[in-house]
């Protein structure tokens, strides 16, 4: 006979839904707000419930930074299995996903691991391995210094953003960017 008080146990969906928690507290209150308490209420779940999918906050905003890292890894590909041109491809990808980037929702979340990368090392690592990840396994499409200029253009963007700061004429820097990806030096 079944017990009635017995959940049945869904560790994927719980681990999701810490995930998503901690991602809409960073968005809505910062990095801050994200405490081992505040996402397992938020997520409906008891600490012990939390530490046994991450043994630490820690653990659970490196989860959280790589599901972004995921999400994005996603969107670069089918941005570029849509792109009937190679030469820039990711390059194109790239500057699309950064100017598109809704500065609330995912790119609020986005803005809040940002600040928080530059002081944390496993962040920093975990972003200059994936980065790096890409440009190797572009290095037929988007080597070369006239790329490597239009994606750090897009990181200034990506900055800018970050801090605030209005951009003037953001469409055409964004048309411009993308029709210098279609040049060959």
Do not use: C
């Amino acid at each position: 006979m079944a017990n009635p008080y017995h959940r049945q146990k869904q560790p994927e969906a719980v681990r999701r839904a810490l995930l998503e928690q901690a991602a809409r507290l960073a968005v809505e209150q910062g990095v801050a707000a994200v405490t081992v308490q505040a996402v397992a209420v938020a997520a409906g779940v008891t600490k012990g419930g939390l530490t046994h999918h991450f043994p630490s906050k820690q653990a659970l905003i490196e989860a959280v930074f790589q599901d972004l890292l995921d999400d994005l890894k996603n969107s670069l590909y089918e941005s570029m299995r849509a792109d009937p041109t190679p030469h820039g491809s990711f390059t194109r990808a790239y500057v699309i996903e950064v100017f598109d980037m809704d500065p609330g929702a995912r790119g609020g979340l986005w803005s809040a691991l940002s600040v928080l990368m530059l002081s944390d090392p496993k962040l920093r690592d975990m972003w200059a391995k994936w980065i790096g990840l890409w440009l190797k396994a572009g290095r037929k499409t988007d080597d070369g210094l006239d790329l490597a200029i239009i994606r750090l253009a897009a990181d200034g963007v990506w900055l800018s953003d970050l801090s605030g700061v209005p951009l003037s004429g953001r469409a055409q820097l964004r048309d411009q960017l993308i029709k210098a990806t279609y040049l060959e030096s």
